[in-house]
C-alpha cells in the first residue's frame, strides 16, 4: 500500500524560501523511516529528510571529483616504528595545500591518533587519504567526507 503525505518544512530562518512537496512511498517503508528518525532523535521527518537530501548532495561532490571538499583523515599508529612517523610527516608535507589542520593525540605509551583536516579537490584528498591509511605501521584510519559548506542550504 502506498501512502501519501505533505512534507512540511519548518523556516530555517533568514529569508529562505520553504516549499511543500508530496511523496508517495510505501506505507511499511514510512513506518521503517518514523521508527528509525524517533530512535535517532529528529523532531520530525521534514529535518530527516533535508538532512538525507544534504548528505545526498555532499555525496555527489566528492563523486564529481573536481568539486571542493572538506573532510577529516583519521589514523591510529605506532609511533615507535620510527619509519611510519617519518613517512606520515613526509607525506603531509607534500600536501601542504590541501592539509589545513591535524591534532595529534598520545593514546598510550606507543599509539598515537592524528586527525588531519583536509580541504581541496575531492580526488586530491581521497588520494591523500588513501595514500596515508595504506602506509606501513598505520593500524587503522578512515576519511569522513563532508563539504565546506558552500553548496547547503
Ligand atoms: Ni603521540
Known amino acids: 500500500m502506498k501512502l501519501k503525505y505533505n512534507i512540511v518544512?519548518?523556516?530555517?530562518?533568514g529569508a529562505m524560501k520553504i516549499v511543500r512537496f508530496g511523496v508517495s512511498?510505501?506505507?511499511?517503508?514510512?513506518?521503517?523511516?518514523d521508527e528509525m528518525i524517533e530512535e535517532k532523535g529528529y523532531a520530525n521527518r521534514s529535518e530527516a529528510i533535508r538532512d538525507l537530501i544534504r548528505d545526498f548532495i555532499v555525496r555527489h561532490e566528492w563523486e564529481l571529483?573536481?568539486?571542493?571538499?572538506?573532510?577529516?583523515?583519521?589514523?591510529?599508529?605506532?609511533?615507535?616504528?620510527a619509519a611510519v612517523v617519518?613517512?606520515?610527516?613526509?607525506?603531509?608535507?607534500?600536501?601542504?595545500?590541501?592539509i589545513i589542520s591535524s591534532l595529534h593525540v598520545h593514546m598510550d605509551e606507543h599509539n598515537c591518533l592524528e586527525v588531519i583536516v583536509v580541504?581541496?579537490?575531492?580526488?586530491?584528498?581521497?588520494?591523500?587519504?588513501?595514500?596515508?591509511?595504506?602506509?606501513?605501521?598505520?593500524k587503522h584510519g578512515k576519511l569522513v567526507m563532508t563539504t565546506t559548506g558552500k553548496e547547503l542550504v
Not at 512511498?25 to 523511516?33: M, Q
Not at 571529483?65 to 609511533?79: F, L, M
Not at 580541504?119 to 598505520?138: F, H, P, Q, T, Y
Request: zero cysteines.
Open 25 to 33: 512511498i510505501p506505507e511499511d517503508l514510512l513506518t521503517k523511516f
Open 9 to 13: 518544512a519548518l523556516s530555517l530562518g
Open 119 to 138: 580541504k581541496g579537490k575531492a580526488s586530491d584528498i581521497k588520494k591523500i587519504a588513501e595514500r596515508l591509511i595504506s602506509l606501513k605501521g598505520v
Open 65 to 81: 571529483g573536481d568539486e571542493e571538499v572538506a573532510g577529516t583523515i583519521t589514523i591510529v599508529y605506532n609511533h615507535d616504528e
Open 86 to 98: 617519518e613517512e606520515l610527516l613526509d607525506l603531509q608535507h607534500d600536501y601542504v595545500n590541501q
